[in-house]
């Protein structure tokens, strides 16, 4: 678990990335910023750390040498001797202007921070994180001159909205550090430069990424093979998904062959959940995960992927909650018209 409310913001510097493909270049500050105020200090902190919330964690890569990962290499030179934080920040600065080729991308400032005293599993940690503000709101400004208002506006940025952003925590550095990452705007392909072209990292796969990638493979296996087209209920879908959300509500670990049994129970449909599953870890390059702790964390965000509607023409929704075998559907020979039936004890 990550706690934020011990952290102090130590140091923080402010550079422009202009477009690289009209050639602005970098406008760099001269120095890091001086934070003197708390409240400044506290909006900051808001504003940089409040969007992570999740333990979806990545780490840096390189096919050969972690060290030709340039964030890789500019960051660890900061954890090692803090009198690098400046030139550092003016070599990130110009490697994600260099990265920024898509004509889309925005200009905006890129801003550097060190954090002191981030949480992980109650050790504290340092962090490094790496922000940039691309788009800006305009704010209503009332002031007061007399007896009568001056109304004004000014153009800033929304401390509730973090465009990209992404907190190096320094553990693990052999394998890439822990990484996670922010990216509000990742529509289309100009906005993995992020991502690929600028940090270069990849998922780690712990408990939290292994217990989504199996949401993942559970709600698209319901939504691609579950269908009527293979003249499967909808009924049927929501009771698989059902099924699955009390599976990992349930079991504090993951084991392929007891979902099948207790989630599934009938071996065609295990055998097709078995194939579909190997052909979407292979195509979308993960690996396959058959046994694994499942992440407490990860099953109390992940209540979306298990939302159960059946929808009924265009007159009724029904909402399925809790348990589906309180189901049943039948067809009405005397109306022509399918139906379903409702087992309840207690109306609310």
Request: net charge negative; proline share 2%.
């Amino acid at each position: 678990m990550i706690d934020y409310s011990e952290v102090t913001l130590d140091q923080i510097v402010v550079h422009n990335i202009g477009s690289r493909p009209e050639e602005q270049g970098v406008r760099l500050s001269k120095a890091p910023t001086p934070i003197t105020d708390e409240t400044a200090e506290d909006i900051l902190k808001t504003y940089f750390l409040s969007h992570f919330k999740t333990e979806y964690f990545y780490g840096f890569v390189d096919s050969t040498d972690l060290m030709q990962n340039d964030v890789y290499n500019f960051v660890s030179q900061v954890f090692d001797d803090r009198s690098q934080f400046y030139q550092q920040s003016t070599n990130l600065a110009w490697l994600l202007y260099e990265k920024s080729n898509n004509q889309k991308i925005k200009t905006g400032e890129f801003y550097m921070v060190y954090f002191n005293g981030i949480q992980i599993d109650g050790m504290a940690i340092d962090a490094i994180g790496l922000f940039k503000s691309e788009n800006k709101d305009t704010y209503i400004k009332v002031c007061q001159q007399g007896d009568s208002y001056d109304v004004e506006y000014e153009n800033g940025i929304n401390i509730k909205k973090l465009d990209k952003g992404c907190l190096i925590f320094n553990i693990d550095r052999e394998t890439g550090y822990q990484v996670a990452i922010v990216d509000s705007t990742n529509r289309g392909d100009e906005a993995m430069y992020w991502r690929d072209g600028f940090l270069n990292v990849m998922p780690r796969e712990n408990e939290y990424y292994q217990t989504n990638q199996l949401f993942d493979i559970c709600k698209n296996f319901s939504h691609d093979v579950l269908t009527s087209q293979n003249k499967v209920d909808k009924a049927d879908q929501v009771t698989f998904m059902k099924r699955a959300e009390q599976f990992f509500n349930t079991n504090e670990f993951y084991d392929n062959e007891q979902f099948k049994n207790e989630v599934i129970g009938n071996e065609e449909v295990s055998a097709r959940f078995e194939d579909y599953k190997r052909r979407f870890e292979n195509e979308k390059s993960l690996s396959p995960v058959d046994q694994f702790e499942i992440s407490g964390e990860a099953v109390k965000r992940g209540k979306k992927y298990f939302r159960s509607v059946i929808k009924l023409d265009k007159n009724f929704h029904i909402y399925v909650h809790a348990n589906p075998d309180y189901i049943e559907k039948g067809f009405d020979d005397h109306k022509g018209l399918k139906f379903y039936k409702l087992y309840f004890s207690n109306e609310e």
